[in-house]
């Protein structure tokens, strides 16, 4: 039994998992409210955009790469969708998620083409991205918001929507984002373990020679990889304009270093081939309790922003210590033979 408890706390998912109810006790403890269903369901509809983000995040991270144009991918979607929404009052939230989805497989495709056929590094590609489009965005819209009353009163209404709702109690009900989140973490995890494109990208991030060595195309896989986390962000950037019933340029400003932050928090490696859904979808629980915590708390948001950025320091230090260990050992492994076959 030693053993198998030894096993799983090895576990990173679990280690999260641990760390997870450890905040939730210590916030309910400093602030009972937190607790409490209203609570939980507000973080879960404040952070559907960062946790749909982080899936296709989670793609590029497992690829061995890094998207730095969230921003200007999820700005680019909400201003072109929100325009549209207040040019022509079309209030069919379904042609706009299709939008979206497009809009941002297009960014994706470009980053991926500019990381894989052009040998660019990630971050240099993804920036440039980012630089283009959020310098176009703030020409185009001068900064100005698209306010509730510019758009069509349906788009509100989805945003407000909740199943199961009492309309005797306020806030009561599971938001409509939180189903849209759930959506989108199954389809993630049935492409990554049930189809042999996802897997494909697994064994690609763990070894790329030995990838192509087998015969897969590292080069498409990456395209795929960028493109799926553009869906995502398009699928997102809906999403947020709905529950926010409106359209701020500058909502998104270094939004990237969350949905980072929530991918490598649920144990995924930034030089890839490794991470899962179940640790992603823990990773953000963790973000957004943390920073809600500290909110109830009534700690300052330049100290949240402190004590979270120092969280993934140490997350992404405490990885990168292991995966040096493990090379030690495994280079050890491989001496060790050899020279005994000499002797």
């Given amino acids: 039994m030693s053993e198998k408890i030894k096993r ?12 997870l109810i450890a905040v939730v006790l210590i916030a309910t ?26 899936f296709g995040m989670l793609l590029i991270i ?18 072109v969708a929100g325009k549209l929404m207040a040019n022509t009052q079309f ?3 379904i042609v706009y998620y299709l939008l979206g989805i497009a809009i941002g497989a297009f960014t994706g495709m470009l980053n991926g083409l500019m990381v894989a056929r052009l040998d660019l590094p990630p971050i240099i590609a993804t ?46 009900g ?45 080069k498409n896989l990456t395209t795929f990889a960028y493109m799926y986390a553009g869906m995502m962000y398009g699928f997102a950037a809906i999403t947020y304009t709905c529950a926010m019933n409106s359209v701020d340029p500058n909502a998104f400003l270094g939004f990237e270093m969350d949905v980072i932050g929530a991918v490598v928090l649920g144990g995924a490696l930034m030089t890839g ?22 909110t109830l708390a009534h700690i300052s948001a330049y100290w949240q922003n402190i004590i979270v950025g120092t969280i993934i320091l140490l997350a992404v230090s405490f990885d990168m210590i292991k995966l040096h260990r493990e090379e030690r050992l495994q280079t050890k492994v491989d001496i060790e033979p050899k020279e005994a076959i000499a002797r």
């Avoid at 497992?62 to 201003?79: E, M, P, R």
């Avoid at 176009?136 to 407000?160: H, M, R, S, V």
């Avoid at 953000?284 to 809600?292: G, K, Q, R, T, Y």
């Fill in 8 to 19: 799983a706390l090895g576990n990173k998912e679990a280690s999260v998992f641990i760390i």
């Fill in 62 to 79: 497992l690829t061995g790469g890094i998207d730095a144009s969230v921003c200007g991918q999820l700005t680019l979607v909400c201003v």
């Fill in 273 to 294: 081939g490794q991470g899962s859904v179940l640790g992603t979808v823990l990773g953000m629980l963790l973000f957004a309790f943390i920073s809600n915590g500290l």
């Fill in 127 to 172: 920036l440039g991205l980012d630089s283009v489009l959020m310098g176009f965005l703030k020409y185009y819209t001068n900064g100005t918001w698209i306010n509730a009353k510019e758009l069509p009163p349906k788009i509100g209404q989805i945003g407000l929507f909740r199943f199961f709702a009492d309309p005797n109690v306020n806030g009561s």
């Fill in 174 to 218: 599971v938001p409509l984002q939180l189903l849209l989140y759930i959506l989108t973490a199954a389809l993630t995890w049935f492409l990554l373990n049930r189809m042999l494109l996802g897997r494909s990208i697994m064994a690609m991030g763990g070894s790329r020679v030995g990838a192509e060595r087998i015969g897969l195309n590292a």
């Fill in 91 to 93: 209030d069919n939230i």
């Fill in 29 to 54: 403890i400093f602030n009972p409210t937190f607790l409490t269903f209203g609570n939980i369901m507000d973080v879960m509809k404040g952070n559907a955009t960062l946790g749909i983000c982080s």
